[in-house]
């Protein structure tokens, strides 16, 4: 494929940030440079027709943290390492809603749940209340931020759920819509994006930063940010951040539907929420973890299988549903919880592994990498 003279000098000519991934981080990386310097030339580029991995096919669950998550996290990090990425996550929903407003994000504060099916697992959860209470009141500015629910397992229709936790302070918002004011807002700030352009290789001779294209497209720039996140194996090979599959369906509408807010269920590996009056549920990873290590969007009978089981059995026992729509996501995790931001070589800088909290994370990342990137300019 070859440009012409116009495509060339109009779009491409004296880039100085070509941004890769026009998801949460490549977005808000975009902005916070051009907040920095309205001059700078800035592009990024998206191998999908709409921002791919992870950012608009998320669940919306806008989370911190439910209370076996942090448990768990503790038996392998510090409390400071733990807490500190809580906060982390709390001051990007923060971020994330400053930027764009709760209308635009359409979110609604209706509370998170962990549910349990077993009683040794809630146990356990319920006798860390107050510690994770006393440790999460500084960071969200509520005295009270987990609390026992299990008075409300009825009032949403439920059966085999034994207890649930509240989480007070998690909301959920729509990820359309989030993306949507996103974009607008990055492209009114003077910045193009470019969709159906995938990245092969970035090469930096120390002066400037080359970009090959799968159409076999040559760029050139000073400066180039990879915020790929689940693709990002792809251009950092060394890094360890692994693309992680998330398989996701939603019901047609359901009349009286009793279910409001966000659900967390098994550690967190199935997750559901209403979207108005339908069910969204998504996981079910851990069930072939190997499988679904994986960039390839699709899915699979054994998880699609099982989220209905759950669905007919658990969450919609007694109420008639149909699945209106199937999709899958890419997510970037590795060993370590914390994302990924530095300089990969003197002109290339990387934002990736977000460990499924984009929506959390995501515009602080991307202003962090952006701080980095502006002290080279």
Known sequence: MSLSYWEQTTFFKDLDVAIIGSGIVGLNAALSLKKKNKNLKIIVLERGMLPSGASSKNAGFACFGSPSELLEDLKNNSEEEVFNLVEKRWKGLLRLRKNLGDKAIDLHNWGGYEVFDSKKSFAACESKIDYLNKHTASIVGIKTVYKNADHKINSFGFEHVKHMILNTAEAQIDTGKMMQALISKVRNAGVEIINGF???????????????????????????????????????????VEPARAQVLITHPIKKLKLKGTFHFDGGFYYFRNIG??????????????????????????????????????????????????????????????????????????????????????????EEVAEIVSETL
Request: some cysteine; hydrophobic content about 40%.
């Open 277 to 366: 009056n339908r069910v969204l549920f998504g996981g079910g990873r851990n069930m072939d973890f190997k499988t679904e290590e994986t960039t390839e969007f699709g899915l699979t009978q054994l998880v699609q299988n099982k989220l209905e089981h759950f669905l007919k059995t658990m969450i919609l026992p007694k109420t008639e549903h149909s699945i209106d729509m199937r999709w899958s996501g890419i997510m970037g995790v590795g060993p370590q919880k914390n994302s990924i931001v530095k300089a990969t070589s003197k002109n290339v800088f990387c934002a990736v592994r977000m460990g499924g909290m984009g929506v959390a994370i995501g515009s602080l990342v991307g």
């Open 198 to 240: 995938k990245v092969t290789t970035v090469e930096d001779d120390g002066k400037n930063v080359t970009i090959f294209s799968s159409d076999e497209l040559v760029l050139k720039c000073k400066k180039v940010i990879i915020a790929t996140n689940g693709f990002a194996k792809q251009l950092l090979p060394e890094y360890q």
